[in-house]
């Protein structure tokens, strides 16, 4: 999946609250098993790393591609960069 294609499902899936706006405060990764990005819904191989975390608003855990990870931090952001919390 291109770039664009995921950032438009992940400004989906913010507006529609599938991805939480909040910070993410502590993150850890390794290698994928198998998962299911949060974002892309794409499987996250074990050559690939996975990047998780537990949002400030108590949902499941988030799981992410590296890629993917960093996509949503940008897109979580108002326009004028400044993040919502």
């Known amino acids: 999946m291109d770039e ?5 499902l992940i400004r989906q899936k913010l507006a529609d ?4 706006h909040d910070h993410i ?3 850890w990764g390794g290698p994928g098993n198998g ?4 974002a892309c819904d794409q499987k996250i ?3 690939a790393l996975v990047m998780e975390g537990i949002a400030v608003d108590g949902r499941k855990p988030l799981q ?3 890629a993917c990870f ?8 108002d326009g ?6």
């Open 4 to 8: 664009a294609s995921v950032r438009l």
């Open 17 to 20: 609250g599938r991805l939480p």
């Open 25 to 27: 405060p502590r993150v």
């Open 35 to 38: 998962e299911i990005c949060d």
């Open 45 to 47: 191989e074990r050559s």
């Open 64 to 66: 992410l591609h590296v």
């Open 70 to 77: 960093h996509l949503w931090d940008s897109e979580r952001r």
């Open 80 to 85: 004028d960069g400044i993040v919502v919390e």
